[in-house]
């Protein structure tokens, strides 16, 4: 379920470069954190971690080899005002000069820079369709910019920040306890997620083992929001195809879920139900029987809730109901295999580092870094599985007619939050 | 014969019924008002929505759409939700508005017709929630726009959603038929 995560190899200047000059393995995330830049690398499902000194407030670029971390060295410019030597591109990413400050993260942040408009890199000759941040229908906020040649795209580049919160900052400072409130807020839809790749952090920091009843708690949150998370997608998808009966009866569904999910845990996203240490509460007595009405009930009308014949060409659409019988199977044993007893332990005001990890069966990663001093977050990063679904719509919709772009869009879910942080 | 004398006769001599009285003015208005009143409840209850994210984590955006998908049903009650300000009653604002959102939010309220109502739905709208003091946040909406109603919550469930639109969408059918029996 969770990728093994390797302690941190300290790279030299020249072994740094040696990765960076290779295209593999794939980039997860990039990072800065007490004058050392951090690389988080994803090979053959396992996090490999590599970190080495900021020389003269610069580091070598990744991005010539691989394209897609040029997004990241733009972040870590916004953040921390650190230089990809060599990097494609050194446009702001997350600042549009709107802050107070510059560079937020950075030991001694700068003064603000003036707002200008943001720059497209396309060719002159080509017709732009700018679609954001105020988007109409419930979206993220996030600014699309289009490139099209006649009635097909050509080209696209998304303008992000729109919801950075300065979560990272927040965090900073805090106790793992509570910083967990920010972690639950770093993409809605990910929020059993992101608390619990949060907590591994700190456990791995702190070298401390949750209860068996709560990691058992925990695996019944996550199997939780991955089935009502499914039943949204798939509500989605009917309505952005006009299947009214079927989003009608998959949100009958999905509203199952929630309700379930608000009966056993009291909250129906289970928002700040998962923390450092283990669980907050614990599952009320009758939230064991409610989760598997629902399971049951929604076990037995799953064969009828096919996409109509239109979706049947997307492989994704079409492999999704599969996949939520095998989530509901998986749940139904997690619910009657919980265990009896404690629900947390104490964390230790101890020094650290940690890695936690949450990989969705959707094939997207979420990831949490923490350095501990003393029992308080010293410095922290978040990777949220939107990022690499940006990248992959920012690949994939090339070639696409306009009039199929709404169910394109709807196909990959963008969540802003989470690439924002 | 007799039949065409009687015929050109009547014809000849002009109704027989008087002169109708007037309509009774008082009554006439007083009606007015109280059919305009239901009819308003009734039928002139609409709001057209657009939601503006302006930094939200997505937490009320899920809410949001159960409110409107079967269940709840938002648009029972007549509520719509608009792709463009020029056609919006009501913006409802979600996130604590960051400052890359602060000209678009101000954007999108200047160019909605009147009333330009402004809902605020979570605690992150409401004050900014857990993100009070970040530098990358302007702290609710109210920073930015008037704010007429907020649903609080992290995020408010679909009922809390519900309820406050709906007093709402009250008010405005009431405020309407006043406007409209002057």
Redesign the interface.
Known sequence: MSSVAQPRRALTREGWAALASAPSPPLLALWADAGDIFALFIDDETAVLVSTEIVDGGYPALSPARPAAAWSERLVYDLWGYVAIGGSDARPWLDHGRWPVTTPLAPRPGAPRPAGPPEFRFHDSLDQLPIGPVRGGIEPAAHLRFAIDGETVVGFEPLLGYSHKGTLGLMRGKSPRAAARFAARIAGEATVAHSLAFARAAEAALGCEPPPRALALRDVMAGLEQIAGSLDRLTATAEAVGDQLLATRLACHGEAARQSAGLAFGHRLMMDCVVPGGVASDMATDGDAAILRMLEDLAAELPDLRLSGRLAGSDDASQRPAALGRRIRRAHALVRAVPAGGLAVPLAAASGEGLGFFADDRGGHIGHWLRLDHGQIAGTFVYDAAWSRWQLLAAAVVGTRLDDLPQVLAAFELCSSGADL | MTTWRRLARSLLAGPRAGTPPRADVEATHSLRTRLDARLHAGLGGGLAV?????????????????A?????DLERFGVR?????LHAEVLLVT??V????????E??HAAMPEPKLVVAVGDCAVDGG??K?????AGGAGTTVPVDLQIGG??P??ERILAGLRALLEANARSKAAVSSR
């Open positions: 657009l939601h503006v994210d302006a930094g939200s984590c997505g937490g009320c955006e899920i809410e949001l759409r159960a409107r998908r079967a269940v709840y939700f608009v792709a463009t300000p996130g604590p960051t400052r890359n959102m602060v000209e678009a939010l954007q999108a857990v993100f003091g970040s530098y990358a946040i992290c995020p469930t679909p």
